[in-house]
């Protein structure tokens, strides 16, 4: 334990993002879990709206270092953090930055026919989190 926080203190250069993550992936989904959806989407953002298709070149690059970061600490959190809690995680660390985002809810069928649901953001052009949504229809969408 101590040599993992040691490293972490060491080589960890996003140590205040990386933090933030493990919060807001846990609050978010604890969320999930203790709240009703209808009472959440409210808190998502304007429904049926979308962001700008495009962005500066400043904003794509701070919306990338986020989409590595929260995939990459996602993976290893001992909760449960799929795609509507790593979408959910991403926005808000973008529009802290005063990033507008949209968040995307979609639908689709799994290899063995069954559906299955899925959340993906976009910034600008660029995907942030959940790949680009192909294979799902769009079912709601959030501009925040």
């Given at each position: 334990?101590?040599?993992?926080?040691?490293?972490?203190?060491?080589?960890?250069?996003?140590?205040?993002?990386t933090?933030?993550?493990?919060?807001?992936?846990?609050?978010?989904?604890?969320?999930?879990?203790?709240?009703?959806?209808?009472?959440?989407?409210k808190?998502?953002?304007?429904?049926?709206?979308?962001?700008?298709?495009?962005?500066?070149?400043?904003?794509?690059?701070?919306?990338?270092?986020?989409?590595?970061?929260?995939?990459?600490?996602?993976?290893k959190?001992?909760?449960?953090?799929?795609?509507?809690?790593?979408?959910?995680?991403?926005?808000?660390?973008?529009?802290?930055?005063?990033?507008?985002?949209?968040m995307?809810?979609?639908?689709?069928?799994?290899?063995?026919?069954?559906m299955i649901?899925h959340?993906?953001?976009?910034?600008?052009?660029?995907?942030?989190t959940g790949?680009?949504?192909?294979?799902?229809?769009?079912?709601?969408?959030?501009?925040?």
């Amino acid at each position: 334990m101590r040599i993992s926080v040691l490293r972490f203190l060491k080589y960890n250069r996003n140590k205040r993002m990386t933090l933030a993550i493990w919060y807001l992936t846990a609050f978010y989904r604890l969320q999930m879990l203790m709240v009703p959806s209808k009472s959440l989407e409210k808190k998502w953002g304007e429904k049926g709206k979308e962001s700008p298709n495009e962005d500066t070149m400043q904003n794509y690059r701070y919306a990338y270092d986020v989409s590595l970061e929260v995939n990459r600490i996602a993976d290893k959190t001992p909760w449960e953090s799929k795609c509507l809690v790593r979408a959910l995680t991403a926005r808000y660390l973008l529009h802290r930055k005063g990033i507008v985002t949209t968040m995307y809810l979609g639908v689709g069928k799994d290899d063995e026919g069954k559906m299955i649901a899925h959340s993906w953001l976009r910034c600008g052009e660029n995907y942030v989190t959940g790949g680009d949504g192909s294979g799902f229809a769009v079912v709601a969408k959030f501009c925040k």
